[in-house]
């Protein structure tokens, strides 16, 4: 994965290519080995913004949100499921969650994800 600039203005090509391992915590992981991958295209200079590139294989596993986060799925199938309320995620669905919410992740085909995140407090990934 590269990214191109010309002034200010930044892309990263949509890809699992050239991914950093970013590995699930082995404790929130129910089920499989959703390894998961990204890349960070943006970050603002307090750390509370961030905008770059997910991916996961099939697995499943608990999620606790700490930031808001807006996610165009690009390729895969997932089912989240909050509050016991289950929906269903596919290729060019556009996704809010916001902060607080606690979900289950059941990754049934590999997801490729474009993720903009905001928070009160520094994000660290």
Not at 73 to 100: C, F, H, K, Q, W
Request: hydrophobic share 35%; glycine share 8%.
């Amino acid at each position: 994965m590269s990214y191109e600039q010309a002034g200010v203005i930044q892309k990263l090509r949509v890809t699992r290519e050239g991914l950093d391992d970013w590995l699930l915590p082995t404790e929130i992981i129910t089920e499989g080995n959703p390894l998961a991958r990204g890349k960070v295209l943006w970050q603002s200079e307090d750390k509370r913004l961030v905008n770059g590139v997910w991916s996961c294989e099939i697995g499943s596993f608990n999620w606790n949100y700490t930031w808001d986060e807006t996610i165009h799925l690009v390729e895969g199938e997932v089912t989240i499921t909050e509050r016991g309320n289950s929906n269903t995620y596919v290729a060019g669905d556009l996704i809010y969650i916001p902060a607080g919410t606690n979900c289950y992740w059941d990754i049934r085909q590999p997801v490729l994800k474009v993720f903009h995140a905001r928070s009160d407090n520094p994000i660290d990934l």
